[in-house]
Every structure is written in C-alpha cells, then in structure tokens.
C-alpha cells in the first residue's frame, strides 16, 4: 500500500494562496492516480481535482476551475495542489487521496480512492 503526507496548509486572508504538497511512500508513485478533496465542518467530503499518473490529464471541480492547480512530480512521489484566489468558504481539511490506476479516467468520488493521507487544515480568513 501507499502512504501520503499531506503539507502546506494554514491561516491565509481572503484572496491570497497556498501550494499544498502530499508526499507518498511505500509503493512506486507513478502507479497511481492521484486527487485532492477537502471537507469543511458539517459537510460532506468533496472533490477538488484529479490528475492521471503520467500528469497529462487533470480534472478539477468547476468551483476552483481557473484558480486551483493540480500537479505532480513522479521522481518526487509528490503531488501539489496550489490554490491562488482563495475564498473564507473554501475553508476546510484538504485531503490527498491514491487509487492504483494508470488510466485517463475521472474519479470524482470518495469511494474510488483506496488510501488518504490524515489531512492538511486550509483556514481562508476574511
């Protein structure tokens, strides 16, 4: 199995941004597909952004469309996320999540995932 590590998140105002990093151990890095979720308090998980294993293709939620970044770097095991704009109502626990799939699919869903890192907490003040 894999393990993630996820860092960089913090206090941040209204409009700034933040570059969050997941690190991976334990299996090769470049066998799997990889995706950033968040979840606020009292809501549910959700989707951020996707990104296939040879980082060709990358799927994001349309509410960070245009102002999110997913990235990674294989030689690395690490995955990115940077985050420019940001709003107070994308204040959340930022989670980096693993399948082993070397596809080009889109895996929007909590349950398509097999393994996450314990979180990174992303505070957007206004």
């Known amino acids: 199995q894999v393990q993630l590590v996820e860092s960089g998140g913090g206090l941040v105002q209204t409009g700034g941004s933040l570059r969050l990093s997941c690190t991976a151990s334990g299996r090769t890095f470049s066998n799997y597909y990889m995706a950033w979720f968040r979840q606020a308090p009292d809501k549910e998980r959700e989707f951020v952004a996707s990104i296939t294993w040879s980082a060709h293709t990358a799927y994001y939620a349309e509410s960070v469309e245009g102002r999110f970044t997913i990235s990674r770097d294989n030689a690395k095991n690490t995955l990115y996320l940077r985050m420019d704009r940001l709003k107070p109502e994308e204040t959340a626990v930022y989670y980096c999540?693993?399948?082993?799939?070397?596809?080009?699919?889109?895996?929007?869903?909590?349950?398509?995932?097999?393994?996450w890192g314990q979180g990174t907490q992303v505070t957007v003040s206004s």
């Open positions: 999540a693993a399948r082993p799939d070397r596809g080009v699919g889109s895996y929007m869903y909590t349950s398509q995932y097999d393994y």
